[in-house]
């Protein structure tokens, strides 16, 4: 997650004056471009907040890895290309939360430098040495049209990020 | 989105029969080239040259073009071809169309086969134009890349349309104009309309992913893209209906300003590539793309030089055409094979092994020395050809088309190395 595109909100002095947060953190909500992530600084999990925001599509995930404070962020569902269509079994899942689940098992690439067909040569060969339950993340150029075949073949599930039109970050899984 | 399936490759039985077939057209060009004999000097144009020309663009360079873009479609378009079966059928009609054309041309049956001929054609390429325009209609991407792939489509219509047009009237005639007035804009429709969209729209994809350079300004393909249409609609409208000479050259520009903004593009590409030393199928692209700049000064003679005998300018416009269709298309496709087709093959022959033992690369699939060789009876066969049309020197046309030859077969014994590698397992080392 880039810094810049952090926009925290630290609501516990707007709860310790008695006041509602909601509309204050729905402001800032509604202006969240695709780059930017919100972050609620809270002293609780603000679980109806985040069944709201799902409801409408935002990614959502809570760090309380600190014993009194509550982060939660909250991020709009980027283009995820195709991702419903690939991950074959489980339809709602996403890159970013995908990408959380996989945070210290993930193996990363840059095939971008590569020389047509080595991208496709150096993923599978990733592929083949990934541990069990680990990912492969893939700095990318485009979407690999001849390697989604052979992945689907050897039962991984591919999810896509893409950046701009010239880079594209894959993470591919054990189905 | 939904549409994204996960095999968008199409079938090899799909694509491998068109280099086949377009490896055997070649061959067949550079015979007929040497049989053609003094025909290749005559001062005006002869069916000979016709039966070449016809030969050249759509059995050789139109055939290996159908083959590579079925394969090209999913990367850039991101879609599957609209039909596999469609397109084997457009492979046949084509193919026996192409021979009864040129066959047509080549006996002089302007006003028996070549009615029947031009209408087989007619309905071959259309095959292909509707498969690739369902295509496009599935796909979610419209970039400019595929914009120029759909423009090509939209000129090869037009190209065939003007071109069966002339062959009925041979037998019909109904045209006020003489043939070689509409003979004029088939030919500048097919290769500006058809052959130079079309290399652009997949050129500015595929050659930047095998120079390997990133941050390429896409403005100038756009800027490629309005200019070469307009101008090219400009002018044909003119050639139509105005006939302002005038007209013309101010569509001249505006083309050739098209054609600079892509050339510039492709130079960025150059200058910004991270894979330093060119191989033998990116030396023949840059060659291709250098020599863009012969017809454009030619036409720009053929413009401007106004009193000029006829003779003279027949011969400068078959030296127009031949810098083209050799010098530029040819060129392009005897580098583009050897990029394309041993991927192709590799791709179809050892995705399974991939990652899981050593496999060899699909450069490995081809002889490089033969491809080097080959590379250098080329230079030597266009420079040749070129100046024996040039200059009226009979010596140089029969050294260029024997070394034609020689290149026809030496790409030939490649393509069919390619097409029947056995599959190899490298020990590891």
């Known amino acids: 997650m880039n810094k810049d595109n952090l926009i925290s909100l630290d609501v516990r002095p707007i709860i310790s004056k008695g006041n509602d947060p909601f509309k204050e953190i729905m402001e800032i909500v509604n202006k969240l471009n695709n780059q930017q992530t919100l972050e609620i600084i809270n002293s609780f999990e603000p679980i109806p907040l985040i069944n709201k925001l799902k409801r409408e599509g935002y990614i959502t995930w809570t760090d309380k890895s600190d014993a009194v404070i509550v982060h939660t962020y909250f991020k709009k569902t980027t283009e995820l290309k195709g991702s419903d269509e690939l991950s074959l079994e489980n339809n709602t899942t996403t890159f970013d939360e995908k990408f959380k689940q996989f945070v210290g098992k993930l193996k990363q690439i840059d095939v971008r430098d590569l020389e047509m067909p080595e991208p496709m040569i150096t993923i599978l060969e990733e592929l083949e040495m990934l541990p069990i339950g680990n990912a492969l993340f893939v700095e990318h150029k485009k979407v690999p049209q001849f390697l989604l075949p052979e992945l689907k073949e050897r039962n991984f599930e591919i999810l896509y990020n893409k950046k701009t039109d010239n880079h594209m970050q894959l993470l591919i899984f054990k189905a | ?429």
């Not at chain 2, 893209?225 to 002018?235: E, K, P, R, T």
């Not at chain 2, 007209?247 to 590539?273: A, E, H, N, P, Q």
């Open chain 2, 1 to 429: 989105m939904s549409d994204l399936k996960t095999n968008n490759a199409p079938h090899s039985s799909v694509v491998i029969p068109h280099f086949i077939f377009g490896g055997c057209s070649f061959l067949i060009v550079a015979i007929l080239i040497i049989l053609a004999d003094t025909n290749i000097l005559e001062a005006y144009f002869n069916s000979k040259i016709i039966a070449i020309t016809h030969m050249a663009v759509l059995g050789w360079a139109t055939m290996i073009v159908f083959g590579a873009l079925y394969q090209l479609i999913p990367v850039v378009f991101e879609t599957s071809l609209y039909s596999e079966k469609l397109a084997k059928i457009t492979f046949w009609t084509s193919a026996v169309s192409v021979l009864y054309l040129t066959y047509s041309f080549w006996v002089s049956a302007f006003t028996t086969h070549l009615v029947y001929a031009s209408v087989f054609m007619f309905i071959s390429l259309f095959l292909f134009i509707i498969n690739v325009i369902l295509s496009y209609i599935k796909s979610e991407i419209k970039n400019i890349s595929s914009k120029f792939i759909i423009a090509s489509i939209f000129w090869l219509v037009i190209t065939e349309l003007v071109g069966t047009l002339i062959a009925f009237n041979f037998k019909f005639n109904f045209l006020s104009q003489i043939h070689l007035h509409y003979l004029k804009i088939h030919a500048s429709l097919g290769t500006i309309g058809w052959f130079l969209s079309l290399i652009i729209g997949v050129g500015s994809t595929l050659i930047p992913m095998f120079l390997i350079s990133h941050q390429l300004k896409k403005e100038k393909l756009v800027v490629s893209f309005v200019s070469i249409n307009v101008g090219l609609l400009c002018l044909t409208l003119n050639w139509f209906i105005f006939s302002n000479s005038m007209l013309t050259i101010i569509c001249w520009v505006v083309i050739v300003i098209g054609v600079i903004s892509f050339m510039s593009f492709i130079y960025d590409s150059y200058k910004k590539r991270i894979r330093k030393k060119l191989d033998v199928g990116m030396q023949y692209t840059m060659l291709a793309m250098a020599s863009i700049f012969m017809p454009i000064l030619v036409s720009l003679i053929l413009l401007l030089v106004f009193k000029i005998e006829y003779e003279l300018l027949f011969r400068i416009a078959t030296f127009y055409g031949f810098s083209i269709i050799f010098g530029f298309i040819t060129t392009m496709i005897l580098g583009q094979t050897y990029k394309t087709l041993p991927f192709i093959v590799w791709l179809e022959k050892y995705k399974n092994l991939v990652g899981k033992t050593k496999t060899p690369l699909p450069r490995e699939l081809y002889s490089n020395k033969i491809a080097k060789i080959q590379f250098y009876f080329y230079v030597l066969s266009i420079l040749s050809l070129g100046l024996g049309l040039i200059l009226k020197n009979f010596i140089a046309i029969k050294i260029g088309s024997f070394s034609l030859l020689a290149v026809a077969i030496l790409y030939n014994i490649n393509v069919l190395k390619i097409i029947f590698h056995k599959v190899k397992i490298k020990d590891n080392e």
